[in-house]
Nanobody
Framework: QVQLAESGGGSVQAGGSLRLSCAVSGYKDRHFYCMAWFRQAPGKERERVARFGFDGSTTYTDSVKGRFTISQDNAKNTLFLQMNSLKSEDTAVYYC????????????WGQGTQVTVSS
């Protein structure tokens, strides 16, 4: 059974940085899946922030381009999200997700980690 566990959230002032981690276990096929970070702010819909494809390709939502970086360790056991130049509008619960498709509506989700950016 696939399990995802996020860590690294917290409170930071605007302009600061945080690094989120997602420990992955239980997947069967390492070669045909994508992973992604989503976030959900209070009163807003969940949105995909960054995607890491099975071929190593990455995509980002426009609002975080140039500030956030998604990466994966060589063993593919941990997904990261480096967040720099944080803004108050980045405040949200961040979720790690894994999918055997395109990460549009992922099958597997972590429990989420809170990121709060104060201005």
């Amino acid at each position: 059974q696939v399990q995802l566990a996020e860590s690294g959230g917290g409170s930071v002032q605007a302009g600061g940085s945080l690094r989120l981690s997602c420990a992955v276990s239980g997947y069967k096929d390492r070669h045909f899946y994508c992973m992604a970070w989503f976030r959900q702010a209070p009163g807003k819909e969940r949105e995909r922030v960054a995607r890491f494809g099975f071929d190593g390709s990455t995509t980002y939502t426009d609002s975080v381009k140039g500030r956030f970086t998604i990466s994966q360790d060589n063993a593919k056991n941990t997904l990261f999200l480096q967040m720099n130049s944080l803004k108050s509008e980045d405040t949200a619960v961040y979720y790690c997700a894994l999918d055997y498709g395109s990460c549009v509506r992922p099958t597997y989700w972590g429990q989420g980690t809170q990121v709060t950016v104060s201005s």
